[in-house]
T-cell receptor
Framework: AQSVAQPEDQVNVAEGNPLTVKCTYSVSGNPYLFWYVQYPNRGLQFLLKYITGDNLVKGSYGFEAEFNKSQTSFHLKKPSALVSDSALYFCAVRDYPGYNKLIFGAGTRLAVHP | KAGVTQTPRYLIKTRGQQVTLSCSPISGHRSVSWYQQTPGQGLQFLFEYFSETQRNKGNFPGRFSGRQFSNSRSEMNVSTLELGDSALYLC??????????????FGPGTRLTVL
């Protein structure tokens, strides 16, 4: 069965510093991977996806993610964090053969301090 | 383009009642999926509808049901509500372009509280 794991419940980073939110996956077949962000009292906002192609995926709001097949990881990164990036981040994998069924990680709360 | 809309945004019900939640997808999107979000279980897939047919179903009891209309709008129904059904219910839509896999876009959710 497909699964993703987010090993950190919370990540703290100072504004202006680079940030990384970790995600590892377990799939049968080729992985379709996603990152979403959730702000308080809001739904999920799509950040980026990896389907195939370049291992470095660029997304919205300056975020990018690196797909690493050997380490089965898909970490979310940003070169310079903003206080406004503070939110809950979810990694997800498409279930197979699940059409649009996504399996989500538990989420990582990112806190960016001024 | 307008995003995914969900109504109502907040709902309070008592145990044993039933509830219907509504979702309007982004114009042109034919796939609508529903997810339940709780602090304990996280985000869990309920079901997906495409062209008025349920295409996929998660591991939820039969009290949870849904449907999709010809205009792609979708409703989900929960009968005989239990306290554990208190959650944020999220609807997501995606474009089925056929050429590549498209991401899902989520609505703001309906916060259901069961007393």
């Amino acid at each position: 069965a497909q699964s993703v794991a987010q090993p950190e419940d919370q990540v703290n980073v100072a504004e202006g510093n680079p940030l990384t939110v970790k995600c590892t996956y377990s799939v049968s077949g080729n992985p379709y991977l996603f990152w979403y962000v959730q702000y308080p009292n809001r739904g999920l906002q799509f950040l980026l996806k990896y389907i195939t192609g370049d291992n470095l995926v660029k997304g919205s709001y300056g975020f990018e993610a690196e797909f690493n097949k050997s380490q089965t990881s898909f970490h979310l990164k940003k070169p310079s964090a903003l206080v406004s990036d503070s939110a809950l981040y979810f990694c997800a994998v498409r279930d197979y053969p699940g059409y649009n069924k996504l399996i989500f990680g538990a989420g990582t709360r990112l806190a960016v301090h001024p | 383009k307008a995003g995914v809309t969900q109504t109502p945004r907040y709902l309070i019900k008592t145990r044993g009642q039933q509830v219907t939640l509504s979702c309007s997808p982004i114009s042109g999107h034919r796939s609508v999926s529903w997810y339940q979000q709780t602090p304990g279980q996280g985000l869990q897939f309920l079901f997906e509808y495409f062209s008025e047919t349920q295409r996929n179903k998660g591991n939820f009891p039969g009290r949870f049901s849904g449907r999709q209309f010809s205009n792609s709008r979708s409703e989900m129904n929960v009968s005989t509500l239990e306290l554990g059904d208190s959650a944020l219910y999220l609807c997501a839509s995606s474009l089925e372009s056929g050429s590549s896999y498209n991401e899902q876009f989520f609505g703001p959710g309906t916060r259901l509280t069961v007393l």
